[in-house]
């Protein structure tokens, strides 16, 4: 059956479109059932250098020098006429010769009127050139970035390592063994701190996302080969932790796990007693749960010998920025020192008294 002629209803409302099309801020274009240009806006021929006097009547594909000339958006655009597809963000490149290549976004609209029998498409264009050469220097920039942080990184461990060097003769030197333990301690945490980083460092490989259970092994190996001279006599295990978290995350965690290992290393096996210290780190769905625990002699049964020190505040800032509480109790034999994280209550726990967030420091027997 042969298209009937527009009514004057649909005259009327097509006349309306067209102007709101030509005065639009916006480059719009539109487009008739053949693909013909009926309206074009003048910002869309300002922006791309058609004659708005021509535009009118023209093949969408034959604009400039055939730059638009473009199988896909034909094919997208075919598919919108016919119904069959709706355009509503297609990125192409334009390229048109003596011209800067541009970025553009697409979004094409099939629309009606009245008997239905004339159809029409309302298509907007969107310059995104400079947005996406903004996207690509902000990405180059951060990988040199990350380039420059591995960089520092494995310079600042280099460094730790020789201050933690000098700070081993200087406790070999000194006649007070007072000042001896305090030289030790400080190298010891230097140590961990260098650890730490050469971790980060080797992990960072443009992810932000840390595997806690191959972080946690080196870093518990680190600790061990400058800590236990005797590996048959004292071990330390990881286990669980099979996840990943933010790198931000994975340092909070590994400085705790550092304090709390020192710690159990230093009082929990006294007179050259044999033991194991466990790294355990559990998910639950948004919860998680880090353990440290060792079969040493346990916590003094005495009250008063019971002490907070430099550990101990380190311990429970850290667990504070993770929105975490922290509990020490015994483990029969020895001592579990557990970090909680609960952002959801499970039903389990719901019977449970709540955490004290208390962590302690055994003094050496």
Not at 24 to 31: E, I, K, Q
Not at 52 to 67: I, N, Y
Not at 198 to 227: K, N
Request: negative net charge; proline residues 6%; hydrophobic residues 45%.
């Amino acid at each position: 059956m042969a298209a009937q002629p527009p009514t004057e209803s649909e005259d009327a409302a097509l006349s309306m479109t067209m102007a709101v099309v030509a005065s639009s801020p916006a480059p719009l274009l539109m487009l008739d059932g053949t693909l013909n240009i009926v309206a074009a806006s003048t910002s869309f021929c300002a922006a791309f250098g058609i004659d708005p006097a021509t535009a009118p009547g023209s093949d969408v594909f034959a604009l400039g020098a055939g730059e638009w000339n473009i199988p896909q958006l034909r094919s997208l655009l075919d598919a919108t006429v016919s119904d069959a597809a709706k355009v509503d963000s297609y990125e192409m490149e334009l390229r048109r010769p003596g011209c800067e290549d541009r970025c553009l976004v697409i979004q094409a609209q099939r629309f009606a009127y009245l008997d239905l029998e004339h159809t029409w498409l309302l298509v907007a264009v969107s310059d995104v050139t400079q947005a996406r050469a903004d996207k690509r220097s902000k990405d180059e920039a951060l990988a040199q970035n990350r380039v420059l942080l591995q960089e520092v990184r494995h310079r600042v461990a280099n460094s730790l390592q020789i201050i933690a060097s000098v700070l081993l003769q200087n406790a070999r030197r000194t006649p007070s063994e007072e000042t001896r333990t305090h030289l030790r301690d400080a190298h010891n945490r230097v140590m961990s701190v260098a650890a730490l980083e050469r971790q980060l460092s080797a992990a960072d490989d443009g992810d932000e996302d840390v595997p806690l259970h191959a972080y946690f092994t080196r870093l518990c190996e680190s600790i061990a080969s400058s800590m236990i001279a005797d590996p048959d006599q004292l071990s330390l295990a990881v286990e669980g932790g099979d996840g990943v978290v933010p790198a931000r995350v994975s340092v909070s965690l590994g400085l705790i796990v550092t304090e709390l290992v020192i710690n159990a290393l230093k009082h929990a096996f006294p007179e050259g007693r044999r033991g194991k210290i466990t790294v355990d780190y559990e998910f639950r769905g948004p919860n998680w749960t880090l353990c440290v625990c060792d079969n040493g002699v346990g916590m003094p049964s005495d009250p008063a010998l019971v002490h907070t020190g430099l550990g101990t505040s380190i311990v429970q800032a850290l667990a504070k920025q993770l929105q975490a509480s922290v509990e020490v109790e015994p483990a029969h034999p020895g001592t579990k020192v557990s970090i909680e994280h609960t952002q959801i209550a499970l039903v389990d726990d719901d019977a449970k008294p709540p955490r004290p967030a208390l962590v302690v420091e055994r003094p050496a027997a």
